[in-house]
């Protein structure tokens, strides 16, 4: 089953096990380097990895989440990740680039501006590579800026394109800019984009996707990482994620990838392989494009067993791949 082929719009994978995004925090000025390349190769040579999704990267400096973050908020970007592509793809994987803007989370000593979310809240600020905790306020997006900024992921995402990657993962997860307007933790608006219903707190994350399917190829695949569920009283619940990722798909999602939303990519006192497959069960019923799952896998026969259960078609390993390049 891992090594069964599935196909995410128009592409096919060889297998069904993804490396999903880490931030190396290795860039220099931004820019990939060829010692990211030799990384992210030497993983793609798995012949059960079908996927590699690059570590989130910046499509507005004022998004920039820490200082050695990847950018693709500009051209010169483009010459890194074609590099990067060309690696991946002599080894037979497929590779997507994670977009992303930090919101509230990006701190003013990396961006140089204060920081912007869906509502003035505090937040908590740091990644969790660099080890940092600590708490800032934020201002809220206008609507027009809303728009300004879905313009930015869109350029982002031709960047991609032209550097000859496969798509892109549009990140509304982990507590990041898209998922601090889809999570009612944080979401205190009364707009189109507020808190009032699930169609508002994804709707930025849906036009967003429409208008990348505008303006990309036909081929050029979109995938979301959504942060379906906070696990926390008062957050979003498994229900929602299974209502947004049918606006997702809707607005032309051609993969929905499953992991947690403010709370992170762990449960707290969850520790079973693959801590959030009940959701991605969930929205895999919801919905007829492919889904993912991440979260405690460490080997093959792991991620086996999930795609066997039916709760999703495709599972990442991200930690164990990091430690070690070759799968077990
Ligand atoms: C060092 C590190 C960096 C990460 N960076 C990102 C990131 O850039 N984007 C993202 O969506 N998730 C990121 N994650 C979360 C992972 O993609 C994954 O969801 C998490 O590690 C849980 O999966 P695992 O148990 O297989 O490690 C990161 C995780 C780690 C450990």
Known sequence: MVNEKIRIRGLELRGRIAMPPMATEKSKD???????????????????LGLIITEHSYVDIRGKASPFQVSVASDDCVE?????????HREGARIFVQI????????????????????????SRGTPSEGRSETGSARALSAGEILELEERFVQAALRAEKAGCDGVEVHAAHGYLLNQFYSPLVNRRDD????????????????TVAKIRAAAGDGFAIAVRLGGCDYTEGGSTIEDAAEASV??????????????????????????????????????????VPVMVTGGVTTVAQAERILEDGAADIVGIARALLKDPVLR
């Open 30 to 48: 931004g820019r990939i380097t060829p010692e990211m390349v030799e990384y992210y190769a030497a993983r793609a040579k798995n012949p059960e």
């Open 80 to 88: 890194g990740f074609a590099a990067l592509a060309d690696a991946v």
């Open 100 to 123: 992303n803007h930090a919101g509230g989370r990006a701190r003013e000593e990396v961006t140089g501006s204060e920081a912007l979310s869906a509502s003035a809240v505090q937040f």
């Open 192 to 207: 189109e984009y507020g808190a009032q219903s699930v169609e508002n707190r994804i709707r930025f994350a849906c036009e």
């Open 247 to 288: 606006l997702l798909e809707k607005a032309g999602a051609d993969l929905i990838d499953i992991t947690g939303g403010m709370n992170g990519y762990i449960i707290r006192g969850v520790d079973e392989p693959g801590w959030f497959a009940p959701m991605s069960a969930a929205v895999k019923k919801a919905v007829s």
